[in-house]
């Protein structure tokens, strides 16, 4: 057989790429390091390790002097008042992340799976369009939309249905945070879901699932990282946003953010417990992604 | 055009002799007919398989009976039940899919238990059915592992397996062996006919491999641009092709078109159009028109002509020409001999290590009337 026969003869290994690998062996990565790796230390790196410096200080105030002396800024936030804040912070961002998950997912799925093919990037790019727009504004958006005399509550009077006082409550803040990360979270979603193998879902319809069971039994198991990613990414968004706890809510919806800002430019003006805040919630954040590397990718996929 | 004898006795819709039975189904997609009026009857525990060129339609046709799509028109029964309002899901049927589609996310156990577990199954008999399965294809040793750490060969099995377990009325295969090299798929081809066999079960295979339809096939439905052209034995389909696209997809051979000039009891005379004059002695009667005039297409195969440097004493279809290629294929010489009309015949002969004719010296073709085929063009 005439096609089994390569007509065109091996390339012989040329020795010169592997000489110049082994000169520049010792620095080569090094260089390419270089710039991304002084980017970290200088702007990841050292401020980390100034706010742990000034967690250490009890007390401290502008323009005093940087003293370490232990960790009562850290025992401080054990007290309930704090704690509740805190608790609260993860309570805003574990409901966002669910909020997220239940109206993004069938956004995504419907694109990814269901929307004719040349109309995906377009509908992707309009789901994500909000995002052109400053955070702020969106967040100022709301408040015409939810005070008392906004459009909210104008557009239920048209129907006679009672006015809903939403804003500076948890739920404003609610609804602010999820609407300023759900774009992210169909993003994720969408490009999980896009690489879905659609055989996978024809099989489990062959073997006798229904689309309910096939649904739950392939495709979230098969866009699992996805759905882990876009989590992760809404969750960690919403444990520091700031914004949306400031401008929506009211004074019941304190929260870590607010709270550290408050201990920096606000009335308290406490540095140290403002560093040991953001140390808990840096640790906190890092522990997540860790957890993230370390089991988001335990199964072979195919 | 009806197919074969059993065509002529149609089964009432009751009458289970068939599992699967299309009749006159269409299927459109966005304005292009991808299958256009078939009609299959396959027989229970046969092993039936649809060849033709890619685009042909046999995989839509497959997907129909899988559930996977719906046709535009006409309908699909399996044993004797129409399939037309049933979801795949429901249906008595699996897939073998060419890709193996095997859940990455899931062990190998857990694929086959798949279908096992939907039907809520007991854990005894899962397990005892689950492993019955991994044995039948020799896989138990995997059952552990992801998909994604097998072989392509051992996909396919665990595919198979996944397949089998749910005892299905009709396994369906869709390309089964077109994505593994040569040697696994001969051996393949031989473990699945044997499996078939020992389970006597109906399978439906979908292959665009002529060679892999006629050594693993009960019977063999031929398609072409969404029709079917012919439903018949492997022998009945090499060696009694109705159509010239048949002629020439199954098997090599020589096709000349031409007119029919004589049509008598020693049988038919062909001029072709660059002027041969062939005689053909079907043993089948010439179903075409009577006198002269019509345009036929005659088939020789080439293993049925011979070659010779010396002209030989036959007085029908012996013509001269120029060996233009040889090739050695060791059990067979190929040989390709450009006629004085222009015309080319390919030659294979058995190699019987006798004096082999060499290049570009001017030979003899001939073959008898009895081996050529006029087919209505």
Same mark, same amino acid.
């Given at each position: 057989m005439t096609e089994s026969v390569s007509p065109v003869p091996p390339t012989p290994a040329t020795p010169e790429p592997e000489e110049r690998r082994s000169r520049t062996q010792g620095l080569g990565p090094w260089i390419l390091l270089g710039p991304p790796g002084l980017w970290l230390l200088l702007l990841l790196v050292l401020p980390v390790l100034v706010i742990f410096e000034l967690s250490l200080v009890p007390g401290i105030r502008p323009g005093d002097l940087v003293n370490p002396s232990g960790l009562d800024n850290y025992v401080e936030i054990l007290k309930p008042i704090y704690l509740r804040v805190i608790l609260r912070t993860v309570g805003f961002a574990g409901a966002s992340t669910a909020i997220c998950l239940l109206l993004g997912f069938p956004v995504a799925y419907w694109i990814a799976l269901m929307s004719p093919r040349r109309w995906r990037n377009a509908l992707v790019v309009a789901f994500v369009?909000?995002?052109?727009?400053?955070s702020l504004l969106r967040s100022y958006a709301w408040i015409t939309i939810l005070r008392p005399t906004g459009v909210l509550n104008s557009f239920l009077a048209t129907f006679g249905i009672p006015q809903l006082d939403l804003l500076n409550q948890n739920a404003a803040v609610l609804i602010g945070m999820s609407y300023s990360f759900l774009p992210y979270m169909v993003l994720i979603l969408y490009s999980s879901l896009e690489k879905l193998d659609r055989r996978l879902l024809e099989a489990a319809s062959d073997l006798g699932a229904t689309p309910v069971q096939a649904f739950w039994q392939v495709t979230v198991p098969q866009s699992i990282q996805g759905i882990a990613a876009g989590s992760l990414l809404v969750f960690i968004s919403s444990l520091g946003d700031f914004i949306n706890p400031e401008l929506l809510g009211g004074a019941s919806s304190m929260t870590a953010s607010r709270l550290i800002y408050n201990q920096f430019l606000g009335a308290t003006q406490n540095w140290g417990f403002g560093s040991s805040l953001s140390m808990v919630i840096i640790l906190a954040v890092s522990a997540a992604i860790a957890l993230l590397i370390r089991y988001g990718d335990a199964t072979p996929k195919t | 055009m009806s197919q074969t004898a059993?065509?002529?006795?149609r089964p009432s819709k009751?009458?289970? *002799?068939?599992d699967v039975e299309l009749r006159k189904v269409f299927k459109v997609y966005n304005g292009e007919t991808?299958?256009?009026?078939v009609d299959l009857q396959i027989r229970s525990g046969e092993f039936f398989s649809i060849l033709g060129p890619s685009g042909c339609g046999k995989t839509t046709t497959l997907r129909l009976v899988a559930g996977f799509e719906t046709p535009s028109a006409g309908e699909v029964l399996v044993r004797g039940q129409s399939m037309l309002t049933v979801p795949p899901y429901q249906r008595p049927v699996n897939t073998v899919f060419q890709s193996y589609a095997l859940f990455g996310h899931m062990t190998i156990w857990d694929n086959v238990a798949f279908s096992l577990k939907l039907k809520g199954k007991t854990k005894a008999e899962l397990q005892d059915r689950v492993r019955e399965a991994l044995e039948l294809v020799k896989m138990t040793s995997f059952a552990?592992?992801?998909? *994604?750490?097998?072989?392509g060969g051992q996909q396919q099995r665990v595919a198979l397996a996944r397949a089998l377990v749910n005892r299905p009325a009709v396994l369906l295969l869709d390309e089964p062996l077109g994505a593994l090299d040569l040697k696994l798929r001969k051996e393949m081809q031989v473990e699945l006919t044997s499996l078939q066999q020992e389970l006597g079960m109906t399978f439906v295979m979908v292959t665009h491999d002529q060679e892999e339809a006629l050594s693993m096939s009960d019977r063999i439905a031929v398609m072409n641009e969404g029709r079917v052209e012919q439903i018949g034995s492997p022998s009945e389909i090499y060696e009694r092709p109705r159509t010239p696209f048949v002629a020439d997809f199954i098997g090599e051979t020589n096709l000349f078109r031409g007119r029919l000039t004589q049509h008598d009891r020693d049988g038919l005379t062909v001029v072709t159009d660059a002027g041969l004059q062939l005689a053909v002695k079907s043993q089948e009667p010439w179903a075409g028109g009577g006198g002269g005039g019509g345009d036929v297409v005659v088939s020789v195969r080439p293993e049925k002509v011979h070659v010779s440097l010396y002209k030989p004493e036959v007085a029908a279809n012996c013509f001269e020409g120029d060996l233009r290629n040889i090739m050695y294929l060791g059990t067979h010489v190929h040989y390709v001999v450009e006629l004085r009309s222009g015309d080319r015949v390919t030659v294979m002969q058995v190699n019987t290590g006798g004096e082999r004719p060499k290049l570009h010296v001017p030979v003899y073709v001939h073959w008898s009337p009895v081996d050529c085929l006029a087919l209505a063009a």
């Open positions: 369009l909000p995002l052109w727009t400053s | 059993v065509s002529t006795q009751t009458d289970t *002799a068939y991808a299958v256009r009026g552990h592992r992801y998909p *994604a750490q097998l072989s």
